[in-house]
């Protein structure tokens, strides 16, 4: 076996072409869109690709066909908030087989070693945490829209090559018809006799106002918890102009108490089921007919990061407020179940806000792996759930 960087169409390819092999008769698996993987590691479009560093490497066998993948990288502005600087691994795809995963593990820790890094966060995405992020560990099904899947043997893999559990990642769900409305009605009745509310969905006539006032919810409500990063008007903008044709406006709302941005739900149609077929790839002639079946589709799942509550307005019925609007008639006809991403289990004031607002259960659970590159670099693990 060899192992080799990432440095033209032909690596890419071979980068691309791993999971296929590690994935191979598993109908659970669907492939990650090429163009999404590529564009995290195209300084154009990924912001921590062109303020930091970053390596992918792909192990080839005897016979020089591609069997396991690697990316190492840096995001500077993260590790310049931390205490010791922590790289990240991601995109990781091996055999069953220790050494091919010690030699990948092994090149990825090496160059973050060469570039003063004292830890390591595996498999993590190059920029945002509300994807591809942490490694599948319970909840076997076919993955949502840009969640990691793995196989059961992976785990085994991390930590026998020094890899702790570190944070505990749930994927929540939960049916609409399962809401628990009538007392959520109560508390929202009190709430509208005593201050003006009101639930505004997203307009993109007005998309500077609901950027804005997005940003200003997030950051007062996540500001405190490690890797933190601030969400910034521009980018959000962004985000939203590049999911313009598959977002639901009625999905996307912000609810004022008194003229102020109080809480908000972010979610999104969950389009992975029609996008196995896809293979990888959805060119741009066959858009408009994955746009059709998403148009057409008389039910869907939704997906999201979920939901936030603006600290000052945590016991003010912000919460209850938005989710009696999700759970409005023409939302639950359309989407009946939702899955909450991205919750961390530490984070146990979100954690049991999601519960209370109805029959929810843990559907699946990633695990964000850490281990020391420095010998003086300590882990300590989150609290987790179960």
Known sequence: MRIITVRDARSWNWFHEVPFRIYAGDANWISP???????????????AAARGDYRLFVLLDEQDRPIGRIAAFIDSEVVGHQAEPIGGIGFFESPNNKEAARILFGEAEAWLRERGMHGVDGPVNFGGRDKYWGLLVRGF?????QENYHPAYYATLFESNGYI???????????????DLERL???????????????????????DRH?????????????QYEHFKEAEPGKIKALLQESRLILDPRLLAICYINGEPAAFCATFPEINPLLRSAQGRLPWWKIPGFLFRLK??????????????HPDFRTKGAFALIIEYMASPGVVNKYPAYFLTTVRAHNKEAVSLYFKAGEMRVDRIHVGYRKALHPDFAVIPNEFTE
């Open 33 to 47: 869109l090429r163009g999404d993987i590529r564009g995290i590691f195209d300084p154009a479009k990924n912001a």
């Open 165 to 179: 559990p570190w944070e505990q990642i749930l994927t929540l769900k939960g049916s609409m018809a399962d809401l």
């Open 141 to 145: 099904f076919p993955p949502l829209f």
């Open 211 to 223: 950027v804005r006032d997005f940003c200003t919810i997030y950051n007062a409500a996540f500001s």
């Open 185 to 207: 009605r109560r508390v929202c009745d009190r709430v509208r006799q005593q201050n003006q509310v009101e639930v505004a969905l997203y307009d993109p006539a007005r998309v």
């Open 296 to 309: 057409t589709a008389r039910r869907l799942f939704v997906k999201g990061t979920g939901f936030a509550i």
